[in-house]
């Protein structure tokens, strides 16, 4: 074990493309969904978390739970 933290590989090639929207085609619902909950006031729905506090670790953004839930 060293002294120093070791990096990544320079050579390693990525497991996912660099966009994952090349991935995604245009009539997939997903898109459906993404654009449908992003136009919903998530905060006037009751839904708390919506504006991330100041101190702990950050969590998930509650859009992309139920994004996630719906798509499901």
Known sequence: ???FVVGAERDQTTLFPPCLEDWIADDNPVR???AFVDAL???AFG???VD???TGRPGYHPAAL???YVYR
């Open 1 to 3: 074990m060293g002294r």
């Open 47 to 49: 839904f708390t978390g």
């Open 41 to 43: 006031d998530l905060g």
């Open 52 to 54: 991330a506090a100041a």
């Open 32 to 34: 459906v969904v993404d």
């Open 66 to 68: 139920l994004k996630l």
